[in-house]
């Protein structure tokens, strides 16, 4: 006799997908909707034990942040006493890897749509300041339109200002030099160092580094040696170079990649839009959708006996599977007209010499047959520029602290040390008196120029404190880093603090400079006196051979 079918809230379980390090991923049909869902059941036993605890929960928190339509979906969490049911958006198109293994190295057309969607994910992960760190084809799923998915956030971590990431992530094939060396890193630049790896790879069909042995492999990947095949255009020999940078602060980042005339060329218009603009379109109620989901309202009956709040997730998960699906039809024919637009028009022209009219992207230049000297003004204006974080220097870093600890005493904080290198503080605003004798929260009520009061933390008790974070970071070989990170406290009060400390800072350092050039001086009199005496030592002294030693003829 043939069982019935398992149900867990609106989803009725199908066959197997796959089965987890945690449990099973089964296909599911949506009750409401009948779309087509992927449910991964994890163990919470199996979880415990093998200390898995926070890699789910971390990858529960991330996927909830993104709604992008090359990131999986998470639509709902259903948590029972023995197992954990995400249910996920279901992709049956498997993954980029065994597609790349299949056709081998992909046409430049083929490789640039692909990775024009996994470069808009990524955009989108690092705007909600999430870095994936294990980027690589078998994490990139692909739906039955052949778009791609990103998956598998188990590494993923949150970025946060002031803090930088130490943990070695993700396979070593497609790992960024700083990562595999230990080495401090920000987060962003690790993932267009995968990413560059994953374009090289649909370009060509093999990995840029790769050996047997992990420590050739480690080798190769911090040298930064590996080859270019000569069927590649030169405008993707000039990108692959500058994302596969084994320094971090030179490698080319996700905007400046957008702006790459490789990138540029035939980008479909879903995609040009900034992140930001993405998310809040991805968040506009659609009419259309709410009339088609009325008409399923009558699959809730179970759902009304549970309660406003089962029924309000389960018109949410309902919405979100229409609109996600009726997203996706829109844009593979918006991207179908797009290649028949493009088809239809005149291609950008180039001259033999190499030299080319204006592109998509705005990216000035004369192209060479070298792939450093593409784009040289474009390049100049970036290279140019080097921003940091908080203010450099390159003293020794033992006598930066000191300095540190002795700006903290003047403007009267206090001070907790983490490490030899990081310390939390705090500062009471209204115990620095400035020269006109009245409080820091008293002279900065008011906007500069005018009368009018601006709403701001009231700092006349001695209750109000900011509190931030210092922390010193080596990023050159003897260049310092002194980041400041806001902690508590409004942002006004955390730049004035940071601007005492700054001041207080260049005060001691004026100082300090100008001790050590007395002492310079003293030590110059000093010798030179030294010197004097020694001569006028030397003139009083008898030389030999003098009358008075020889006896008279």
């Known amino acids: 006799m043939e069982q019935p079918p398992v149900q867990i809230g609106q989803y009725v379980l199908g066959k197997n997908l796959g089965i987890g390090a945690f449990g099973k991923v089964k296909l599911a049909t949506h009750a409401i909707t009948g779309h087509k869902v992927a449910v991964k059941i994890l163990n919470k036993a ?99 339109n052949l778009n791609i998915k990103i998956a598998d956030f188990g590494l993923s971590n949150l970025m946060r200002d002031g803090d930088f990431l130490r943990t070695s992530c993700g396979s070593p094939n497609y790992a960024a030099p700083e990562v595999i060396s230990g080495h401090l890193y920000a987060g962003p630049e690790v993932d267009v160092w995968s990413c560059g790896v994953i374009l090289y790879a649909l370009l060509c069909g093999s990995l840029p580094f790769d050996d047997e042995s992990i420590p050739n492999l480690f080798k190769k990947i911090k040298s930064g040696m590996y080859s270019l095949p000569s069927h590649l255009s030169q405008l993707a020999r000039n990108l692959i170079p500058r ?81 996600d699906h009726k997203h996706t039809r829109l844009r593979v024919m918006e991207v179908a007209r797009a290649i028949r637009e493009a088809a239809s028009a005149t291609p950008p022209a180039f001259s033999p010499g190499g030299s080319r009219g204006a592109t998509p992207g705005g990216y000035p230049g004369s192209a060479s047959s070298g792939p450093g000297s593409f784009g040289g003004s474009f390049d100049a204006r970036f290279q140019n520029r080097r921003w940091y974080l908080g203010i450099q220097s390159k003293k020794d870093p033992a006598h930066v602290m000191t300095e540190v600890y002795k700006a903290l005493m003047a403007l009267g904080c206090e001070w907790l040390q983490l490490s030899s290198y990081r310390i939390k503080c705090r500062w009471r605003p209204n115990m620095n008196i400035d020269d006109e004798g009245k409080s820091w929260g008293e002279s900065k009520t008011k906007c500069m120029g005018t009368n009018e009061a601006v709403d701001v933390p ?96």
């Open 243 to 323: 994302m596969l940078e084994v320094d971090p602060m030179k490698r080319i980042t996700i905007p400046e990649i957008r702006l790459h005339p490789w990138f540029q060329h035939k980008l479909p218009p879903y995609l040009r839009h900034p992140p930001e603009l993405m998310e809040k379109q991805e968040r506009v109620v659609d009419p259309a959708v709410i009339d088609e989901l009325v008409e399923s309202a009558a699959s809730l009956e179970d759902s009304r006996e549970d309660g406003a709040p089962k029924v309000l997730r389960d018109l949410r998960v309902a919405y979100e599977l229409i609109l």
């Open 46 to 144: 199996k979880i415990k034990q093998l200390g898995m605890e926070e890699k789910v929960q971390r990858e529960i928190n991330i996927l909830h942040l993104c709604t992008h339509p090359h990131i999986i979906r998470l639509y709902e969490v259903i948590d029972t006493p023995t197992d954990i049911f995400l249910v996920n958006e279901y992709v049956s198109g498997g993954e980029l890897f065994d597609y790349i293994v299949s056709k081998g190295r992909l046409s430049a057309d083929e490789a640039r749509n692909f990775f024009h969607q996994i470069i808009s994910g990524v955009e989108y992960c690092h705007f909600q300041k999430i870095v994936h760190r294990d980027l690589k084809p078998e994490n990139l799923l692909l739906d039955s």
């Open 458 to 553: 009231d700092l006349s008790t001695n209750e109000y404190c900011i509190k931030i974070g210092l922390t010193l970071y080596k990023v050159q070989q003897s260049i310092y880093l002194l980041d400041f990170q806001k902690m508590t406290g409004d942002a006004f009060s955390f730049m004035t603090l940071c601007a005492n400390i700054i001041t207080e800072l260049k005060t001691l350092s004026a100082a300090s400079k100008q001790q050590q050039a007395l002492l310079a001086q003293q030590q110059a009199a000093a010798a030179a006196a030294q010197q004097q005496a020694a001569i006028a030592a030397a003139g009083r002294q008898l030389p030999l051979g003098t009358p008075q030693n020889h006896p008279r003829k």
